[in-house]
């Protein structure tokens, strides 16, 4: 029954399509990232109606799977140049495999210059227009589109970035509240959505047929032991759901892998201001919510609603990475500035990692200086506003960085650098130089065992060993990524020896399949293969997997070290 809504914006044609044999059995990023890698030309313009738009539900979508909930997005990145996969929380995914879609496919641009919303429910799929909406903030054009389709509907929207097609844009989705705040962040995929001419994806589940389980007794038996590995980790049972992401501010600080200032140091003096026992105190204080969950089904619940002091609710899924960005990469040591700074780019569609790391670069670029929060959102004011400075910081930091002639840019492959220092954290380091996408931290969470002990220690310093920890972890990442399973996951699997074989178990019980512990590691290999073939016809090379000179010749305070992971162990990560 499971069916692939095919969208042609030139035509305006929709059509329900059975699954070809080449894409069965695929889900979440194994979907995206075939579908790109078969149906789109590696030396397209990202922007160009030769890309497409992928979106998909992972293989645990819609079950009674805790944390299976995520949505995939991918395409060819205008930000990179090279395949992307970005994945976010919400209840976008569920929807769609309660109507037993497997996949989005958008190809074209729409030749009118009109705007158009693809909805989505148990009679079909239909292009509708979306001209009201044109250039509307995020928050304003989910509002108007739930006061059009229900409050109900899931939602995926662009802002005027994506509309703009600037290279930072991110594609907002709804959360259990109805509220955008789960964003689809990183590669710029929201330009693309944008250069196709469509605004938003509404999808209705209701009437929706539901998720096909083959034997739902084994599937219910494995996820009841998933869910207790999952409740009984620390860290998934009390560290996360009191905290949130943010608890990582201060263990990065102390540990001299928090990248402060343009990654000029791995401590930031202010970091217990904008941490996450601070951040849990204040959002307490205000009568917010500390421990929400950011979609359905899911038992961690790291997500928050955060208030300021007036009371107003500012921003949800204040997360570590964005306060991270916004703060002590910018230097700014105050929540709530950075609160409203979250909230601008969530309104106006950018992703808060690469526009922190691009406000940083400014700053180095003396545009404004280190610390100045007002300076900063002056700044996304004129993103917002589209003017050739706002044009510009929308284009992300290494264009940014190229046009003021700053030298020390923190990226590769085009993509501004997460919240982990290379030469503090080196096997973090090898992920953000290896991935196919660019650095990405949750393409191979290194961070679990070299800085949180979990499953497993490494000396973070110590660069021996650590292209083979990123391997492994890059690996395992892809197959996570293609359940739909939420990446905290990790966290008790790696901890609790149930954890695997409950996955495996639940597949096999939805499927009607054999699969063992070993055919899933398969799996994420394949993916990989597929991502960096679809690279390479792109005209990357080894010489592209390389984080930026001055990461190599800088030594990092406080430990004053540099990233020094032999170029021969890099080069091996794409052996598999």
């Not at 540990?255 to 201001?273: C, D, I, K, Y």
Request: with cysteine; proline share 5%; hydrophobic share 35%.
């Amino acid at each position: 029954m499971s069916k692939i809504v095919r969208v042609n914006m030139i035509t305006k044609g929709v059509k329900l399509e059975d699954v070809p044999d080449n894409y069965k059995g695929l889900g979440g990023r194994g979907f995206t990232s075939t579908v790109v890698a078969t149906e789109v030309d590696p030396l397209c313009h990202p922007l160009g109606k030769e890309n497409k738009l992928v979106v998909a539900p992972g293989l645990l979508g819609g079950t009674p799977c805790p944390n299976s909930g995520r949505t995939s997005f991918g395409a060819k990145s205008p930000l990179t140049g090279t395949i992307k996969e970005t994945n976010v929380g919400g209840t976008l995914g569920a929807n769609l495999a309660d109507l037993q879609i497997v996949g989005i496919v958008v190809e074209g641009e729409a030749e009118d210059d009109k705007s158009y919303t693809l909805v989505v429910n148990k009679d079909g799929a239909t292009l509708e227009s979306a001209e009201e909406l044109k250039n509307n903030l995020v928050y304003d054009a989910v509002k108007k589109l739930q006061a059009k389709y229900g409050k109900n509907v899931s939602i995926a929207c662009i802002g005027p970035a994506g509309e703009a097609k600037m290279a930072t844009a991110n594609i907002s989705v709804t959360d259990i509240d109805g509220i955008p705040t789960r964003q689809a962040g990183r590669g710029g995929l929201g330009a693309v959505m944008g250069s196709k001419g469509l605004k938003a994806i509404v999808v209705d589940d209701a009437g929706a047929p539901g998720v096909e389980i083959k034997d739902k007794k084994a599937f219910n038996n494995a996820a009841e032991v998933f869910t207790d590995v999952l409740q009984k980790a620390p860290i998934t049972s009390e560290t996360l759901p009191l905290y949130g992401t943010d608890i990582l501010i201060n263990i990065l600080n102390e540990a001299g892998g928090l990248p402060t200032r343009n990654f000029s140091s791995g401590r930031f003096e202010m970091a217990n201001n904008i941490g996450g026992e601070t951040m849990r105190e204040t959002i307490l204080k205000r009568k917010g919510n500390p421990t929400h969950p950011c979609m359905p089904g899911c038992i961690i619940k790291c997500s928050n609603a955060y208030k300021l002091e007036d009371g107003t609710e500012v921003t949800g899924g204040f997360e570590y990475e964005s306060i991270w960005a916004l703060g002590a990469n910018c230097g700014i040591g105050d929540l709530d500035t950075i609160a409203q700074l979250n909230r601008l780019c969530d309104d106006i569609g950018v992703d808060t990692i690469e526009t922190g790391d691009t406000i940083a670069v400014a700053m180095e670029a003396g545009v404004i200086p280190f610390g100045d929060g007002k300076g900063a959102i002056n700044l996304l004011k004129e993103v917002e506003k589209g003017s050739p400075l706002g044009k510009i910081i929308g284009s992300g930091a290494t264009c940014l960085g190229k046009v003021y002639g700053v030298t020390r840019v923190p990226q590769v492959k085009g993509q501004g650098m997460p919240a982990y220092e290379p030469r503090a954290v080196k096997g973090t380091g090898v992920t953000f130089a290896t991935s196919p996408m660019g650095t990405d931290h949750t393409a191979g969470y290194a961070v679990a065992v070299e800085i949180l002990g979990c499953g497993g220690t490494a000396d973070p310093l110590d660069p021996k060993g650590k292209a083979d920890l990123s391997k492994t972890f890059q690996i395992v990442t892809a197959a996570v990524d293609c359940t739909g399973l939420c990446l905290f996951i990790a966290f008790g699997t790696l901890v609790d020896e149930r954890g695997v074989p409950a996955i495996v178990a639940m597949l096999n019980a939805q499927y009607g399949l054999s699969l063992t512990g070993d055919d899933v590691t398969e799996l994420g290999k394949k993916v990989l293969q597929t991502e960096w073939d679809f690279n390479r016809r792109a005209g990357f090379t080894k010489e592209d997997d390389r984080l930026p000179l001055f990461m190599i010749k800088e030594k990092l305070p406080p430990h004053n070290t540099v990233f020094d992971v032999p170029i021969k162990d890099i080069d091996g990560v794409h052996e598999l």
